[in-house]
């Protein structure tokens, strides 16, 4: 499995509202799957990264397809070399 990182731009209306529901349901079940490590929005540039497992970039586009709310958006899809975070890391010990 690799990494990929989604930057997506979008675009908003009172439908795409009512979409953001189910939308965050299969985010949600995106996430239980270990597919998706981490997903994050602005509002203030309308940007959303997502980091996504997958074989390739077509299944990442297959995935992001199925969401509700894919026809609002405009999608760059790039391979990740290096991905780290606090997630991958041991916890930190505290000695009482």
């Given at each position: 499995m690799q990494k990929f990182q989604a930057i997506i731009q979008f675009t908003m209306d009172d439908e795409f509202m009512s979409l953001v529901?189910?939308?965050?349901?299969?985010?949600?079940?995106?996430?239980?799957?270990?597919?998706?490590?981490?997903?994050?929005?602005?509002?203030e540039t309308q940007t959303c990264w997502i980091t996504i497992n997958a074989t390739d970039k077509l299944a990442v586009q297959k995935i992001l397809t199925k969401s509700p709310l894919f026809k609002y958006w405009h999608v760059q899809v790039e391979h990740l070399f290096v991905y780290d975070s606090q997630h991958y890391r041991l916890p930190s010990l505290v000695m009482n």
């Open positions: 529901p189910p939308h965050r349901t299969y985010i949600n079940h995106l996430i239980n799957k270990n597919v998706i490590d981490s997903y994050g929005v602005s509002m």
